[in-house]
């Protein structure tokens, strides 16, 4: 079968850092994204991992382990703006449809 | 170059009304495909075409749904008769074959009253 769980919710104070995981069982694996969506908005790329390590980009990082099956997202230096709600997603193959998770909101308190 | 569009961006319909979406996406996007998001939870996969073909279309919840992508260029969803569980945020997405990044556009809200 195919699933991803991440966290509902998560809280975080601005300027602080926090981190997203992503837990997936897929019968096959060829990449973890990572996607961005305010309130009312379109889900937005942030980043992608196909191999095992940390992917940085800017304030945003992403991490993959294959062997256990766990990726994470890591958000440094939190604004304001970076309120929203953030989704894993994988897929199995180059050819194959994009699963996303649940999405995990996260709130940024002053 | 024009991102994903979509249309309507908001529907209201009866129970039992048939309503039609149409999605435009990134011009050379071979793949191209629909998810909806109800009440805030998951983003839920529903089909997916590779140019006019429909490589997957595992996620579509029944009969009264159906996709279009006549000459693989834009698609159109359909679903009649539309339920009140039919409600929710549908979203098209178009990437290009070989990479990583797909763009979505911004929605068709759907309200089946």
């Known amino acids: 079968g195919q699933s991803l769980e991440q966290p509902s919710e998560v809280t975080a104070v601005e300027g602080a850092i926090v981190q997203i995981n992503c837990t997936y069982q897929t019968s096959g694996f060829y990449g973890l994204s990572w996607y961005q969506q305010h309130d009312g908005g379109a889900p937005t790329f942030l980043s992608y991992?196909?191999?095992?390590g940390l992917e940085e980009t800017g304030r945003f990082s992403s991490f993959l382990s294959r062997s256990d099956s766990y990726g994470y997202l890591l958000l440094q230096e939190l604004q304001m703006k970076d309120s929203a709600s953030y989704f894993c997603?994988?897929?199995?193959?180059?050819?194959?449809?994009?699963?996303f998770g649940s999405g995990t909101r996260l709130s940024i308190r002053p | 170059e024009a991102g994903v569009t979509q249309f309507p961006s908001h529907s209201v319909i009866e129970k039992g009304q048939t309503v039609t979406l149409r999605c435009d996406p990134i011009s050379g996007h071979d793949n191209l495909y629909w998810y909806r998001r109800v009440m805030g939870k998951e983003i839920k996969f529903l089909l997916h075409f590779v140019k006019e073909s429909k490589q997957d279309e595992s996620g579509m919840p029944n009969n009264r749904f159906l996709a279009e992508r006549t000459g693989g260029t834009y698609s159109t969803l359909k679903v009649q008769p539309a339920e009140l569980e039919d409600s929710g945020v549908y979203f098209c997405a178009s990437q290009k074959t070989g990479r990583t990044e797909a763009f979505f556009g911004q929605g068709t809200r759907l309200t089946v009253v």
């Open positions: 991992n196909a191999l095992d």
């Open positions: 997603a994988v897929r199995y193959s180059s050819a194959s449809k994009i699963i």
